[in-house]
C-alpha cells in the first residue's frame, strides 16, 4: 500500500478503505511505502499545478495509524519499515478479541 495516495484530501478514507481491504483480503504479508513524488511523472505534475498535495509526515503517520486499526487480521505479517516511511513498524497482526 502507499500511504499518502490520497493525498491531503482523502488521506483518512484513504487508510480507512485500505485497512478495510485488507482485512477482506487477510494476506499473510502487508507491507506500507509513503508515496514519493518522481520529477516527470503524471502526480508530479498534479502536485506543480496544485491539484495534488502530499500529506505532511505527521499525517502520514496518522494514516499508518489509521490503516492499522480498520485491520482485523487472522495472522497477517505487516510491515512499514522502508526508507520511505518516517516509522518504521512491522510486527504480526492477529484477530482483535472482543473483551467481556
Not at 483480503?25 to 506500507?32: E, H, L, N, V
Amino acid at each position: 500500500m502507499l500511504l499518502g495516495l490520497g493525498g491531503v484530501e482523502r488521506s483518512k478514507i484513504h487508510s480507512e478503505e485500505t485497512g478495510k481491504f485488507l482485512t477482506r483480503i487477510q494476506p499473510d504479508y502487508a507491507g506500507a511505502l509513503s508515496v514519493i513524488i518522481v520529477p516527470g511523472t503524471p502526480l508530479a505534475e498534479e502536485v506543480k499545478k496544485g491539484t495534488f498535495k502530499v500529506p505532511d509526515p505527521y499525517m502520514l503517520l496518522e494514516e499508518l495509524s489509521n490503516m492499522i486499526s480498520n485491520i482485523d487480521a487472522d495472522h497477517m505479517y505487516f510491515a512499514s519499515n522502508h526508507a520511505s516511511n518516517y516509522l518504521p513498524v512491522k510486527g504480526w497482526l492477529l484477530r482483535k478479541k472482543k473483551r467481556c
